[in-house]
């Protein structure tokens, strides 16, 4: 069986300071970080009370380091939280899992935490920020004659999925805190600075769901993965406008995501204001219309029907081959007789595709 790593303080909010004790049942010594990575055997030695004070004024670590071609170092004071990472060792050789907690100290950041649900994310800085490992940087992959498209945030798939901690804050209480999986989502978001993180909740990090009520606008309380989106299409103008557009067309007659402002810090550091949203795939869409998740393609626009990409270009899930003979069908068919435009009623939502073009 293996020990634990027990903190004097739980994770929260806090006007004044705080004096961190650790302890281990055992007596096994207790190594410890406060920047977010993972300890081992040649991490701080806990001997003495941790003490934690507002972080604000702290180095920073990670927010000076480029994420784009677009990128700018910040600017102002940059607010900071306290992270505390620990685990027991025994000759070296750990002796528990992982332990993490967030502490936010300050009038600043109280007042944050009470307006803004907050993401608390400690992650091992190479899996963000390292060049040939990093998903949230250029790195290896950044092509100088393709530099909108390329990049490490631009690479996909398991390979580039990272593990991470998360804890979750809604109105200035922790509410829950898990292990996660983390990939880099998105199109063209993907070369901007802040970008859109996808989570992922993994059995094997330690649950297979996300259980809260992230938004007001569904009953849903489970969660197989979320996204963390940030505002590219309108940052430095609405930074809401892609959230209240889905908000007023949410009666209409086709899918929207549903969405919540909330503030996100990687270790320790202000990340920025993000949405909480959906996340679209197959089975979103067995659970909210009870579709096997094996019959749904989820495709971009022009999958399979371009002549200028691969036919394969834009299969999400599933594949394009209903999609793509559809539109060679309206491409070729003379759709002013009755036959064939009731045709194409039996292949597409008339209905929805209306409304969906009128909200565009």
Same mark, same amino acid.
């Given at each position: 069986?293996?020990?634990?790593?027990?903190?004097?303080?739980?994770? $929260?909010?806090?006007?004044?300071?705080?004096?961190?004790?650790?302890?281990?049942?055992?007596?096994?010594?207790?190594?410890?970080?406060?920047?977010?990575?993972?300890?081992? /055997?040649?991490?701080?030695?806990?001997?003495?009370?941790?003490?934690?004070?507002?972080?604000?004024?702290?180095?920073?670590?990670? &927010?000076?380091?480029? #994420?784009?071609?677009?990128?700018?170092?910040?600017?102002?004071?940059? *607010?900071?939280?306290? #992270?505390? %990472?620990?685990?027991?060792? *025994?000759? $070296?050789?750990?002796? &528990?899992?992982?332990?993490? @907690?967030?502490?936010?100290?300050?009038?600043?950041?109280?007042?944050?935490?009470?307006?803004?649900?907050?993401?608390?994310?400690?992650?091992?800085?190479?899996?963000?920020?390292?060049?040939?490992?990093?998903?949230?940087?250029?790195?290896?992959?950044?092509?100088? #004659?393709?530099?909108?498209?390329?990049?490490?945030?631009?690479? %996909?798939?398991?390979?580039?999925?990272?593990?991470?901690?998360?804890?979750?804050?809604?109105?200035?209480?922790?509410?829950? &805190? !898990?292990?996660?999986?983390?990939?880099?989502? $998105?199109?063209?978001?993907?070369?901007?600075?802040?970008?859109?993180?996808?989570?992922?909740? %993994?059995?094997?990090?330690?649950? $297979?769901?996300?259980?809260?009520?992230?938004?007001?606008? @569904?009953?849903?309380?489970?969660?197989?993965?979320?996204?963390?989106? =940030?505002?590219?299409? =309108?940052?430095?103008?609405?930074?809401?406008?892609?959230?209240?557009?889905?908000?007023?067309?949410? /009666?209409?007659?086709?899918?929207?995501?549903?969405?919540?402002?909330?503030?996100?810090?990687?270790?320790?550091?202000?990340?920025?204001?993000?949405?909480? %949203?959906?996340?679209?795939?197959? !089975?979103?869409?067995?659970?909210?219309?009870?579709?096997?998740? /094996?019959?749904?393609?989820?495709?971009?626009?022009?999958?399979?029907?371009?002549? /200028?990409?691969?036919?394969?270009?834009?299969?999400?899930?599933?594949?394009?081959?209903?999609?793509?003979?559809?539109?060679?069908? *309206?491409?070729?068919?003379?759709?002013?007789?009755?036959?064939?435009?009731?045709?194409?009623? #039996?292949?597409?939502?008339?209905?929805?595709?209306?409304?969906?073009?009128?909200?565009?």
């Amino acid at each position: 069986d293996q020990s634990i790593v027990a903190f004097s303080v739980p994770s $929260g909010v806090f006007e004044n300071d705080i004096e961190l004790e650790l302890f281990n049942p055992f007596g096994h010594e207790i190594r410890y970080t406060l920047d977010g990575s993972l300890p081992n /055997d040649e991490s701080a030695l806990y001997n003495d009370a941790i003490s934690l004070a507002d972080a604000t004024d702290s180095e920073i670590l990670i &927010s000076n380091i480029s #994420t784009s071609q677009q990128w700018s170092s910040p600017t102002g004071e940059l *607010l900071q939280i306290n #992270t505390v %990472r620990a685990q027991a060792f *025994l000759a $070296g050789i750990p002796t &528990s899992q992982v332990f993490t @907690k967030s502490y936010a100290i300050g009038e600043d950041l109280m007042e944050l935490f009470d307006t803004y649900p907050v993401f608390s994310m400690q992650s091992n800085p190479d899996s963000l920020f390292d060049d040939e490992y990093g998903i949230h940087v250029p790195g290896v992959n950044f092509d100088p #004659t393709n530099s909108i498209w390329s990049g490490n945030y631009f690479m %996909r798939g398991s390979e580039w999925e990272r593990d991470v901690h998360i804890e979750y804050f809604e109105n200035a209480q922790h509410a829950w &805190s !898990q292990s996660i999986g983390v990939r880099i989502h $998105g199109g063209k978001t993907r070369g901007a600075p802040q970008k859109t993180f996808r989570f992922y909740a %993994r059995n094997d990090l330690g649950a $297979g769901e996300f259980n809260h009520k992230f938004f007001e606008t @569904k009953e849903k309380t489970v969660f197989d993965k979320l996204l963390l989106r =940030c505002h590219l299409g =309108c940052w430095n103008k609405t930074v809401i406008k892609d959230e209240v557009t889905a908000y007023v067309a949410k /009666d209409l007659n086709f899918e929207t995501q549903h969405s919540r402002p909330a503030v996100l810090f990687i270790n320790g550091e202000y990340w920025g204001v993000f949405s909480i %949203r959906d996340f679209y795939d197959a !089975q979103y869409i067995e659970e909210e219309y009870g579709f096997e998740k /094996d019959s749904v393609d989820v495709l971009n626009n022009g999958s399979g029907y371009r002549d /200028d990409v691969d036919p394969d270009w834009g299969v999400f899930e599933g594949d394009n081959l209903h999609y793509a003979a559809l539109m060679d069908f *309206l491409e070729n068919a003379d759709m002013t007789l009755p036959e064939n435009y009731a045709y194409a009623s #039996t292949q597409m939502d008339f209905s929805s595709m209306i409304d969906y073009y009128s909200t565009q």
